[in-house]
């Protein structure tokens, strides 16, 4: 089980970390003080929020377990691709590199996504199948009114 720690930069900021001293190094700051520990994260959270009101720091937009909730989900295939500069930098090192064409063969990319482009009939705008099938044809705001069932 984790341990949250409620960390306190003086004078600039009251976060919520698993790891405070590999977080707060992250955001540049080596002076920090723990004010309080909690097993449980929402807790946690629900206090790093009444601390940051009460010293006066700019509150968070999302709670600390939203955070958390979002976070990536590692497994070990996605482990084992990333490199320790990967890692350390956060994905940082990822942005702007090309995949491999064995990669891409690999993924089948023709298969998963909507490649296929359609025209709808009523308005004139070709699309993939994905948005055709959900905007277009027969559901088409342009095709005019339905006729009635009722007779």
């Not at 790891?19 to 190094?25: A, G, I, L, M, S």
């Not at 955001?27 to 309080?36: D, F, K």
């Not at 720091?57 to 996605?78: G, I, L």
Request: aromatic share 12%; with cysteine.
């Amino acid at each position: 089980m984790a341990t949250y720690f409620i960390y306190h930069i003086l004078g600039v900021k009251i976060g919520c970390s698993t790891q405070p001293k590999t977080r707060v190094k992250k955001q540049g700051y080596t002076e920090y003080e723990i004010l309080e520990r909690y097993d449980d994260p929402i807790i946690a959270g629900d206090r790093e929020l009444e601390l940051q009101k009460q010293y006066g720091y700019e509150v968070d937009n999302s709670h600390y377990w939203t955070s958390v909730q979002n976070r990536p989900k590692w497994t070990d295939d996605t482990r084992h691709k990333l490199t320790k500069e990967d890692c350390v930098k956060g994905g940082a090192s990822l942005k702007g590199r090309s995949k491999s064409q064995e990669w891409k063969d690999k993924m089948d990319f023709g298969a998963s996504f909507n490649t296929k482009r359609l025209k709808c009939p009523y308005c004139d705008i070709e699309t993939n199948s994905g948005n055709y099938n959900r905007w277009h044809g027969e559901k088409c705001k342009k095709r005019g009114p339905k006729p009635s069932l009722v007779k």
